[in-house]
């Protein structure tokens, strides 16, 4: 007799289970459908009820913010913001729009715009898409020194240049950060002069700001490079 209330309890238990979670799938579904019609109010009722469903969802909450986000009025700081969040979740396709609606954006800072490029370049670099990491990387390093990045300019000289000594710490970390991306990218595209040059001074930078790790970790990518650039050579006739 206690066993087969225990199966009854034990089987009504898993109904419940299913519902709940059938409930969850509906409003988080049917709130999506909200977003499609821009009604963010009726989205967010549905989020915050399924939520109170699974507290601990990551995903809900994100979304959650998100539209609550939406119903702000917008500004560069709540579109750089819901990207990061979307960025942090490894949604990288919704931080890529995120971040180039940031980028759009008429009234969004130089700060706001430089990360915006810097974190879709990382985004790009994470989805393969080479040449569209080494634009953005470029379009960040002109933000970040009002230098436009091309294949004639002479990284390491301009790196010893008045200029180049007059970047904060800060900024030379982004500046390592993007040149590494960049180089990265570079080497996918088989454009290997240029990827070294990136790389090299990527790591001179780090090294200078006493980051040897970062520094040591673009070696394999430097020397991997380099043996492409080798193998090329060898088959031109």
């Given amino acids: ?30 709130a999506a459908a909200y977003v499609e019609l821009q009604d963010m109010q009726h989205a967010q009722s549905d989020l915050q009820e ?14 959650l913010e998100e539209v609550q986000a939406c119903l702000q009025p917008a500004t560069s ?25 940031v980028l759009a954006f008429p009234e969004a800072t130089a700060a ?12 790009n670099l994470a989805k393969h898409n080479y040449s569209s990491t080494v634009s953005d990387c470029s379009m960040a390093f002109s933000l970040l020194t009002g230098q436009d990045l091309h294949a004639s300019l002479d990284l390491h000289a301009w790196l010893a240049s008045e200029q180049g000594h007059a970047l904060t710490e800060l900024q030379k970390q982004s500046l390592a950060r993007l040149l590494a991306r960049r180089g990265v990218a570079l080497g ?17 930078v780090y090294i200078a700001l006493g980051q040897q790790a970062k520094g040591h970790t673009l070696e394999d990518d430097i020397a991997k490079i380099k043996q492409l650039q080798a193998s090329m050579k060898s088959k031109q006739p």
């Fill in 1 to 30: 007799m206690e066993e087969a209330i225990t199966r009854s309890a034990a089987g009504s238990s898993a109904s419940a289970n299913v519902v709940h979670s059938s409930m969850v799938k509906l409003l988080t579904r049917r």
């Fill in 77 to 101: 700081k709540t579109l750089r913001s819901m990207a990061d969040k979307r960025f942090r979740c490894q949604d990288l396709q919704g931080a890529l729009e995120a971040y180039s609606a």
């Fill in 50 to 63: 399924a939520l109170e469903k699974c507290p601990n969802d990551v995903n809900l909450k994100a979304d």
């Fill in 112 to 123: 706001d715009k430089l990360a915006a490029a810097s974190n879709r370049a990382a985004c």
């Fill in 188 to 204: 996918y595209l088989r454009k290997c002069d240029e990827a070294i040059v990136d790389l090299e001074v990527a790591q001179h």
